[in-house]
């Protein structure tokens, strides 16, 4: 299990809302973390995210940027029916070939949207590699996912924070917000 605890996280924030405070103070950046396990074995196997922070005292959503390489796939049915069943919300940024060897399919990113500190699991596949008279395993890393944080109770930024925006979706289903990003977790 890789366990990531972030001291910069990468936030969101929509110039909407009621509080007159700094959104996410250092002081709160430093209790975010963020876990990632994989589990199953085989073709078929789930990411396992959890996200945890102390309470902020206001509504803090949380979106992870999974970029994913050409040796898996999340099938954009299977994600669909999980999210019709009260399960993740994940929106692909490619519509996947689900029968594509990895040597013919491009990498893809995957924005992971979740409510609150909580923890996610997301299907993923493993495609079949280029056919090899030696047989053996294939090793296929992830990288570590961006975490991007918004609240839309937010109205005001450090200085620090200001430095940080970019846009990106988020949720699914929106139009794209104003987006703080610090890059990749750090490695831990």
Do not use: N
């Amino acid at each position: 299990m890789v366990r990531v605890c972030l001291l910069a996280a990468a936030l969101c924030l929509v110039r909407r809302g009621v509080s007159q405070e700094d959104c996410f103070p250092p002081d709160w950046l430093k209790s975010v973390s963020l876990s990632v396990k994989i589990s199953k074995a085989g073709f078929h196997r789930d990411v396992e995210y959890s996200v945890r922070w102390s309470s902020a005292g206001r509504d803090v959503r949380a979106v992870l940027v999974q970029k994913l390489p050409s040796g898996v796939y999340m099938d954009e049915y299977e994600l669909e029916a999980l999210r019709r069943s009260s399960g993740p919300e994940v929106l692909l940024d490619a519509r996947p070939d689900l029968e594509a060897p990895e040597y013919l399919s491009p990498g893809f990113t995957a924005l992971v949207f979740l409510s609150g500190p909580r923890r996610v699991e997301v299907p993923v596949h493993g495609r079949y590699q280029r056919p090899s008279g030696s047989g053996g395993r294939v090793t296929v890393e992830l990288e570590r996912p961006r975490l991007l944080l918004r609240s839309d109770q937010c109205r005001t930024l450090s200085a620090e924070a200001r430095l940080l925006e970019v846009r990106a979706p988020c949720t699914a289903f929106k139009h794209q917000h104003l987006l703080l990003d610090r890059g990749p977790a750090p490695r831990g």
